[in-house]
């Protein structure tokens, strides 16, 4: 397969060209081939697609585009790798056009240097008969278009490079056309336009060689104000006095050039240099191309150290040397003026003062006319903006040039095409490797665990790393540990300093960022750096801050460019750990108590409301370090909902016991009744949740006590509530049902209709326990229609419902139930829902005698489970004991059913009776009926304690069936007797229960 850039883009394949179909598909392929081996990140590609405004689902766009493109090629074409945030294209050698053409230009260049003119001329022909019109005609947009400039620069230096070979050759005489079509379109680049004059001289045409410099010297007067340069001025002279150095060559050979003195500016390179292997080859890769590399990130990453260190490593890269510039864009002086540059860079090259222009255009032009004959690196260090570095850009030419600097520079990317090297603090390894280079080895490795803490508190900055390895290197005698301590004690970023020099200080370095921003970006700054965690997303900020989505959204960009924050993923951002410290800091000075109250209260209102919609883990971790924050507020209990929707996500258990404890101890000492029965009650749900009913109990009552100390309606009807549920789980359901109504009674109009439908649900479960089944269905389904009202899955209630079917016996619906929760679970997240419906689908499996079935489903819930421990585990234990006793494998059904008993003793009335009767079904299945006897009796005994007729029942047909192996016919047909009326009791079938694993 053949790829095609230099002119419409084409895909050859067997002959026959295959069309990518699609508005954007193109286009991705287009960058992609255009930076082929190397990775295109997903931003490049989204401003490819949208420019400055691209829509919130971009980045999932633009990962479907390259999917589709992937089965557009099919499997015969080379790879679309994704790597990291981005994707790589790895054409083979000989397949694409501009790959190849580059390739014949730097071997044409290799001929040249050793003299070979002739073979240089015919290679460059070579490569140039491979264009077949503009690069990439026929596709749009301010990315495609700056690819497409760059190669048609190319193929332009080309061009100019064989007809100066043509000249030396004198076969100059066919390329007078090319070049006044050439000169035509380019009307103010001088190169053509004196290899015209110097062809039409040859040709014996030197009255027209001199009008065409007359023609050129006034339009460049004329539409720019500037003169010819000063090789067009000599090149004039040279036609008027028919110089003979003008004559072409007889051979096809030339005398390699002479070495020329050069310029070699770059400041010395650190010898300490660690890490950073991926940005180096991405700068080789850049170099190889001859696009701009932009190397940026936050004040102290290294930027410029990484610059020093590739441009060292590659001097004889560029025979012509190396010219830099410190533009000091974030510092306390003034920045560098343009002219002051341009005439800086002019002498470096050996152009005399006096030659050098008075204005900065004809500077600017000067310039870029000396570097189009050379190959030379240019640094432009610590850049403000884009326009500080566009003119001093090199035009034509073999050039390569580096900037660095703290924003993002976008658009060079999108009008000069130039390749973004973001840069992120050093790794772990890396930030100790820089403290032993430093230090010593000796000292970092006679104190291991001390010099990863101060790498970590440095924020593994090289910055803070060097300043803190100053600090220690001037007291050998010091312990690490001695100075870690002190960071962690005192004021970091003080000491983060050296004493007489502003420019090595963190907070120095991250202050001149955040004078640059704008007023509004300064405020979200200093609001993010209150905020618990580093992590943030826009919804959060924008409910905090009192503004919208879309504006915070364009704030936020403003503090990505300048790398203050970073983009984590997709509506996230991060803000580095002294960044962050900084900004807290600056904020205790210019961020007023109210302010921070404002703050706090947007984001209480932010946590409370994504308790109403799907979070994910993040949102969850936030509001964890979102009461560790503001644990002494009076107002924290508000976070106790959004944490209780975490953990029926199924995480955060662990955090929401240790909160509700320090809540708990909190809110007694300030003998707060509201926010003892809000914490109370967190930690009932907590017990609740892992299944140690009788604490969650207990705590359930102490919260509706404080409730109604507390005298606010919505917490009894909501503690009521919980403690109706708590009681239902330990088998005190007719307790449970009073409770329950009183919450339903304590509803009013204006609460939202989430509330009626958790408490219906909670009805029914109830009725379900209680035989009620009729009862308990319509229950569920009322249930289901308030979900259906708001936007909350209504998985809850349809689980409750497949299990009322599934206990009534009517399996085929139960079974439907389950499915149609199953789909509706994703939009929820967490796994806790999906193992009760698979716990559900097991039961209906097995009940329809497959157990091979029910072993599958078991399987999946396992693989839900993971590494994870506890009461759900072994709830789903209670379903292998029976599954397993039906295939014959009695040992590890018997194995399951103790590890079920063990570990619900003394925690659940309700799941220990379970855990007998799953017991008692393993030995029965095993022939040990006296030992299955017993634990049927324990089951019994408790069923028929809470009134729970099915299960009652389901023991009694146990006994039955034991009392038949043991040949007590009597015993077991008076069970049968009580079981078959306790079935009839709640019409149900009594055939359709006796095979049921719990």
Known sequence: MEFRILGPLEIIHQGEQIRIRGRHHPKVLAVLLADVGRVVDQSRLVDTLWSDDPPNTAVRQVQNIVAHLRRQLGESAPPVEAVGTGYRLTVPSGRLDAAEFAADVRRAATLREKGDVAESFDLLGTGLARWRGAALAGLTGPVIEAVAQRLDEARLAALEEQIELALELGRHDRFIPIL??????????????????????????????????????????????????????????????????????????????????????????????????????????????????????????????LAFQWGHSHRDDFPDGQLYVNLYGFSQRDPVKTRDVLTGFLRAMGVAESAIPPSESETLALYRSIMADRRMLVLLDNARDVEQVRNLLPGAGDNFVIVTSRHRMAGLSARDDAQLVPLLALNPNESTSLLSRTLGSHRTEREPEAADRLARLCGHLPLALRIAAAHLAGRPSDEIEAFTAQLESDDRLDLLSVDGDPEAAVAATFDSSFQLLSRDAQRLFLSVGLLPEALVCVAQLATATGRTESETEQILRELVNAHLVEVHHSGWYRMHDLIRLYARQKATTEVD??????????????????????????????????????????????????????????????????????????????????????????????????????????????????????????????????????????????????????????????DAPSIGANALNRLASIHRCLGRYAEAAAEARASIARYQQIPIPDVVARLTLARVYLDWGRLPQAEQEANTALMAREAMGGSRFEIQLRQVLTEVAYRSGSPEAARRQLYDIERLFGATTGGAVEESNLHWGAVLAALGEHEEALRRAKSVMTYFSGTSRTYAAAAAYCLATVHHAMGDHLAALAAARQARDFYRSVSAPLRWARSLALMASIHEALHRIDEARQCRDEANRLFRSIDVDETAQLNSPV
């Open 593 to 750: 108590a109210t302010e921070r109250e404002n703050l706090t209260e947007g984001l209480f209102s932010w946590y409370e409301r994504i308790a109403e919609r799907y979070f994910d883990t993040s949102a969850f971790e936030s509001v964890v370090a979102g009461y560790w924050e503001y644990r002494e507020h009076p107002k924290v209990w508000r976070l106790c909902g959004v944490l209780k929707v975490g953990m029926n996500r199924g995480v955060g258990f662990s955090e929401c016991r240790g909160i509700s404890a320090d809540g708990i101890a909190i809110a007694d000492e300030r003998n707060d009744p509201l926010a003892l029965a809000h914490m109370w009650e967190l930690r009932g749900t907590t017990d609740w949740m892992v299944s140690r009913t009788f604490e969650a109990v207990e705590s359930g009552r102490k919260a509706l006590r404080y409730a109604e100390i507390s005298g606010q309606v919505a917490v009894v009807r909501m503690c009521s509530g919980n403690l109706g549920q708590m009681l239902y789980s330990d088998g005190r359901y007719e307790e449970a049902e009073t409770h329950v109504r009183r919450s339903i009674d304590l509803i009013s109009e204006t």
């Open 180 to 305: 006044r079509d050439v000169s035509a379109e380019h009307p103010y680049r001088q190169r053509p336009i004196g290899q015209l004059m110097h062809a039409l001289h040859l040709d014996g045409r030197t009255a027209e060689a001199l009008e065409v410099f007359g023609q050129a010297r006034r339009r460049l007067a004329d539409d720019l104000g500037i003169s010819p340069t000063e090789q067009l001025n000599r090149l004039h002279s040279a036609i008027l006095r028919d110089d003979p150095g003008l004559r072409p060559r007889t051979a096809g050979t030339v005398e390699p050039q002479a070495l020329r003195i050069t310029p070699a500016q770059l400041p010395a390179a650190g010898s300490r240099f660690v890490g950073r292997s991926a940005e180096l080859i991405r700068l080789d890769g850049c170099a190889a191309d001859g696009r701009i590399a932009v190397i940026s990130g936050p004040g102290g990453v290294g930027k410029s150290a």
